[in-house]
Structure formats: structure tokens, C-alpha cells
């Protein structure tokens, strides 16, 4: 008797689905059609009217704003170029970098005139937003540390004028 009331208990979990596969939800951008009184046509509610991201205020300030360049915001900018540039443009900014010996499209070289004429602002918006094939560090590059970027790029442009001067 116990072995048979053991096998019923068994087989009667083994028949119940408890998946969450297969449970009632909303998908995310999915719609939400069927469902009573929901204010909008999709799961996902819009912003209200003059949200604004907490930070997202002094963020925009910090990018408008460059701060004075100076040894320690150069050695940052080294620091986070290495780190997020040097792989597509090349320690030396020439457009080199491992991932076009991969077969990545090759940037533009830092020397390159259009690139010395960019103004600072226009860099630091192409670091946050992506220009051409390269996606935008907006997510990971704060804007301190796109100016430091920045500033780190001119000291190669320096560099390389100084160089093909020189010989």
C-alpha cells in the first residue's frame, strides 16, 4: 500500500507543469493587448513628459566643459586610450591597431588632416556617440574621461608633427 500511494505521489508531480515557460506575462516591447485597463498599447510605459535621467544633467555639463589640461589628466587619458582606443587606432594613433590586423576596417590615422582640424568637442562627441563603424563609449567612457581621451589624442598628433619635423 505504501509503495503504490508513493508511486501515485510520484506520478502525479511528474504530470505537473509548474514552467515558467508557460505562465501568463507580458513581453517587454511586446503588446499588451487583452489586457484591462493598462495605459498604453505596449508593456513598456513611456517616459513622462520632462523626465530627466538622475545625473544626465551634470553629465551633459561635464562634456560641454573641458577641464585644463594638465600632466595628470594626460596620464588618464593614456590610461583609458589604451584601454578602450588603442585596439582599433593603434598605440600611436596611425589607425593600426589588432583588430584591423584582423580584418576590422581600418579608422583614420590621427595625423590625418581632417582629424587635426576636428575641434575637441566634435573628439569627445565621436568617443560618446560612435563616428563611422565605431560604436559609441557613451556607457562606458564618462566625460571626464572622453576630454582625458582627448587630450591624450592631441599629445600624439603633437608627437607625430614634432617626429615627421624633425627628420
Not at 593614456?78 to 589588432?98: N, Q
Not at 581621451?149 to 607625430?160: D, E, K, N, S, V
Given at each position: 500500500?505504501?509503495?503504490?500511494?508513493?508511486?501515485?505521489?510520484?506520478?502525479?508531480?511528474?504530470?505537473?507543469?509548474?514552467?515558467?515557460?508557460?505562465?501568463?506575462?507580458?513581453?517587454?516591447?511586446?503588446?499588451?493587448?487583452?489586457?484591462?485597463?493598462?495605459?498604453?498599447?505596449?508593456?513598456?510605459?513611456?517616459?513622462?513628459?520632462?523626465?530627466?535621467?538622475?545625473?544626465?544633467?551634470?553629465?551633459?555639463?561635464q562634456t560641454a566643459n573641458p577641464p585644463p589640461?594638465?600632466?595628470?589628466?594626460?596620464?588618464?587619458?593614456?590610461?583609458?586610450?589604451?584601454?578602450?582606443?588603442?585596439?582599433?587606432?593603434?598605440?600611436?594613433?596611425?589607425?593600426?591597431?589588432?583588430?584591423?590586423?584582423?580584418?576590422?576596417?581600418?579608422?583614420?590615422?590621427?595625423?590625418?588632416?581632417?582629424?587635426?582640424?576636428?575641434?575637441?568637442?566634435?573628439?569627445?562627441?565621436?568617443?560618446?556617440?560612435?563616428?563611422?563603424?565605431?560604436?559609441?563609449?557613451?556607457?562606458?567612457?564618462?566625460?571626464?574621461?572622453?576630454?582625458?581621451?582627448?587630450?591624450?589624442?592631441?599629445?600624439?598628433?603633437?608627437?607625430?608633427?614634432?617626429?615627421?619635423?624633425?627628420?
Amino acid at each position: 500500500m505504501n509503495r503504490t500511494a508513493t508511486l501515485l505521489l510520484l506520478l502525479g508531480l511528474a504530470a505537473c507543469d509548474e514552467s515558467m515557460d508557460h505562465q501568463n506575462r507580458l513581453k517587454t516591447y511586446g503588446s499588451a493587448q487583452g489586457t484591462a485597463n493598462w495605459p498604453s498599447g505596449r508593456e513598456a510605459l513611456p517616459l513622462v513628459k520632462g523626465t530627466v535621467a538622475q545625473g544626465a544633467l551634470d553629465r551633459e555639463q561635464q562634456t560641454a566643459n573641458p577641464p585644463p589640461v594638465s600632466i595628470a589628466l594626460l596620464q588618464r587619458g593614456h590610461e583609458r586610450y589604451d584601454i578602450y582606443c588603442a585596439v582599433c587606432h593603434g598605440l600611436t594613433g596611425a589607425g593600426d591597431g589588432i583588430v584591423v590586423a584582423r580584418g576590422f576596417p581600418k579608422p583614420k590615422s590621427f595625423s590625418d588632416p581632417e582629424v587635426m582640424r576636428a575641434s575637441g568637442k566634435k573628439l569627445v562627441d565621436a568617443i560618446g556617440q560612435g563616428y563611422g563603424t565605431m560604436y559609441g563609449f557613451a556607457d562606458r567612457v564618462e566625460p571626464k574621461d572622453r576630454w582625458a581621451i582627448t587630450a591624450y589624442i592631441r599629445a600624439l598628433q603633437l608627437a607625430g608633427n614634432t617626429r615627421k619635423g624633425s627628420s
